[in-house]
Structures are given as structure tokens and as C-alpha cells.
């Protein structure tokens, strides 16, 4: 089983921009589905963006599109969540999330799903405020 740990979070003004990453240990994260999810205070856990295993696909959470970038480094055992032009409403505590998943079965909208992942970090908090 894998174990994840998040790093990067932290607070920025309205523009700003954080880099967040997620360090797989135990094993390698290539043939993993990885996802990136939020939670604020009172509201539900919602998926940011997520990658299939192998780098096969990507999607993102429509408010996010444009901003916010997930990339995979295979030699850091580590995937990244690059944040742009961070909002407000970006604000809130962030997960990654990880499946194995060696027939890439796991794409589009269901790589942003939480009920798909059976191993979480901990999580990093991003507060966007001026």
C-alpha cells in the first residue's frame, strides 16, 4: 500500500500562486490513479483534478480549468497540483488521493470522484485572502 503525504499549502493573496504536492511512499505511483480534492469549512470534499495511472488522462473541476495544472514526476515519486491565480473560494483543506490502477481503467470525471480512492494523505491547507 502506498503513503501519501502533502506538502505546499499555505496562505496567498487573491492572484497568487502555490504549487502542492503529493509524495507517494511504499511504492512508485506510476501505475496509480491520483486525485486532488478540497474541503472548506462547512461544505463538502469535491475533486480538483485528477491523473489516470500512466499519465493517460487528466480532468479538472470546471472552476479550476485554466488555472490550476496536475503533473507527474516519476523520479520524485511525486505528483504536483500547480495553482494559478488563486480565488477565495480556492481556499479550503487539500487532499490527494491515490488507486492503484495498472489497466488504467480509472478517466474523465470518475478520476475526481473521492469514492474511487482507497488511500489519502493528510492533507495541506490553502487559504486564499487580501
Known amino acids: 500500500q502506498v503513503q501519501l503525504v502533502e506538502s505546499g499549502g499555505g496562505s496567498v493573496q487573491p492572484g497568487g500562486s502555490l504549487r502542492l504536492a503529493c509524495a507517494g511512499s511504499?511504492?512508485?505511483?506510476?501505475?496509480?490513479?491520483v486525485g486532488w480534492f478540497r474541503q472548506a469549512p462547512g461544505k463538502e470534499r469535491e475533486g480538483v483534478s485528477g491523473m489516470g495511472a500512466y499519465v493517460t488522462w487528466t480532468d479538472y473541476l470546471e472552476s479550476v480549468e485554466g488555472r490550476f495544472t496536475i503533473s507527474r514526476d516519476s523520479g520524485k515519486n511525486t505528483v504536483y497540483l500547480q495553482m494559478n491565480n488563486l480565488r477565495p473560494e480556492d481556499t479550503g483543506r487539500y487532499y490527494c488521493?491515490?488507486?492503484?490502477?495498472?489497466?488504467?481503467?480509472?478517466?474523465?470525471?470518475?478520476?475526481?470522484?473521492?469514492?474511487?480512492?482507497?488511500?489519502w494523505g493528510q492533507g495541506t491547507l490553502v487559504t486564499v485572502s487580501s
Open positions: 488521493a491515490a488507486i492503484d490502477d495498472p489497466r488504467k481503467t480509472l478517466a474523465g470525471i470518475a478520476l475526481r470522484d473521492p469514492n474511487r480512492y482507497n488511500t
Open positions: 511504499g511504492r512508485t505511483l506510476d501505475h496509480y490513479a
